[in-house]
């Protein structure tokens, strides 16, 4: 099985493999500016891992010419790519930051197959089964059996914790997690005699869970019982669902906003892929939905579906003033209502802004966290609202990643998705594993 490494490897973003000029596993888009994509591809069928940005981002290009692989994937996750193809038209339609028009868009359901967990499916001649990967909804670590190899391909994936950590004192939402209230971690672990592992977090140890959650509700309440607003920029898909189920647990007012209202909707049609359906219920109603009816609760479909305008500056400006937690989009500050909320409330020292995500160099939410300022709508602001940062990560950490690569210390690891791949695998290596970390464009017979 020769496996050729289109993006992703040793890099985080652009995620696409090519199994024997055939099967190509991902095929994402590497966030930047400008954007960055995967070397072309031409193959017979497509298997998509995850709705991320650097996963399926690109997927569309692929039914640009006159050949229509077939695509595979979770129900959620055809769902997301869809989201996120729109999404990147209304950026970047025409211009060369976008690889797809709006034909190419329309084509992917014409060829989308969608396959639940451990429902076996045929793909370029191999034997394809999808495994729950706990990342987010809809996730999957990927078995290609080619009667003679099998691999498994990871995607991104998490684990729950070995065990509850006792809850901090002061604990007030039942139970505390052992993993993300969204969905529950991995727990498959497939035959495989090649394992192609994702390495984000391969240097770190988050905290407990529950930990975490607890300092960050008990933060977001002392802003407001002092009077604040706290912002809380959220990734659309995932975290955005995650923070609105801690803010229901703790009974923290709050609002949604940005393009995570869609992806919540979306995923209340697919409960059979979250940890609790009725819990993102009750978060669901626990939250106002900002749309264009000025202080409503969202209660029948999102305003770009209807044809209801859509939130207005002002709007969001009295928003600022409710003492709530505002959960919006973008996670970096990239973009999004963010741009609306934060020059609204920077002023002042009483305000908080909670960033829940990894800032990536060069975005303003990284920027924001080193230096106290940040470009906001084309302007260098400085911001006097506390900062504050919070490890909810949907991945697996260090410890994580080993505790899964336990059950595969026979096979064959090839280490990607990280920025230190080749540190990990002299770590496995050293441990006696058979490891090693692929180079970007080359080709590995396994």
Aim: glycine content about 10%; charged content about 25%.
């Amino acid at each position: 099985m020769d496996l050729r490494f289109l993006g992703g490897a040793g890099e985080v973003g652009r995620s696409a493999i090519l199994v024997n000029d055939r099967l190509l596993l991902d095929y994402g888009m590497k966030s930047g500016n400008p954007p960055q994509f995967p070397v072309d591809a031409d193959p017979e069928s497509v298997v998509v891992s995850h709705g991320h940005l650097d996963h399926v981002g690109t997927i569309p290009a692929l039914l640009s010419g006159a050949d229509r692989p077939p695509i595979h994937w979770t129900p959620p996750t055809q769902e997301l790519a869809l989201t996120l193809a729109r999404d990147t038209l209304k950026l970047h339609g025409r211009s060369p930051h976008c690889p797809f028009t709006e034909n190419d868009v329309k084509r992917v359901t014409e060829v989308s197959q969608t396959h639940g967990y451990r429902e076996t499916f045929e793909a370029a001649g191999y034997e394809v089964t999808f495994f729950r990967a706990g990342h987010i909804p809809g996730s999957a670590h990927v078995l290609v059996d080619d009667g003679d190899t099998r691999l498994l391909y990871t995607g991104d994936f998490h684990v729950d914790e070995e065990a509850a950590a006792d809850p901090p004192a002061g604990f007030d939402a039942g139970e505390p997690p052992v993993g993300q209230r969204l969905v529950k971690g991995s727990i498959a672990r497939p035959d495989a005699d090649v394992v192609l592992c994702e390495s984000t977090y391969s240097d770190v140890d988050h905290d407990p869970r529950a930990s975490v959650e607890h300092r960050f509700a008990q933060s977001v309440k002392t802003t407001l019982w002092e009077g604040g607003t706290v912002v809380v920029p959220a990734f659309a898909i995932g975290r955005t669902q995650e923070m609105l189920m801690i803010c229901e647990a703790h009974d923290i007012p709050c609002y949604v906003d940005g393009m995570g209202k869609e992806v919540t909707e979306m995923l209340r049609r697919h409960p059979e892929f979250v940890r609790d359906p009725a819990a993102l219920r009750r978060a669901k109603s626990h939250a106002r939905f900002v749309t264009g009816r000025d202080g409503q609760r969202e209660t029948g479909g999102l305003a770009g579906r209807t044809g209801r305008a859509g939130p207005s500056r002002g709007q969001r400006k009295r928003i600022t003033d409710q003492k709530a937690a505002i959960i919006t989009t973008s996670g970096m500050l990239s973009g999004g209502p963010a741009m609306t909320y934060i020059p609204e409330i920077r002023a002042n020292p009483v305000n908080k802004i909670t960033m829940t995500g990894y800032q990536v160099e060069g975005t303003p939410g990284r920027d924001l966290l080193e230096t106290g300022r940040a470009e906001i709508d084309g302007r260098v602001m400085p911001v006097s609202a506390q900062v504050e940062a919070y490890d909810f990560s949907a991945h697996a950490d260090h410890g994580g990643i080993r505790r899964f690569l336990d059950s595969y210390d026979d096979a064959e690891v090839l280490v990607n998705h990280g920025d230190r791949c080749g540190a990990f695998a002299a770590e496995l290596r050293a441990d006696g594993y058979d490891a090693s970390a692929p180079e970007l464009g080359a080709t590995y017979s396994v």
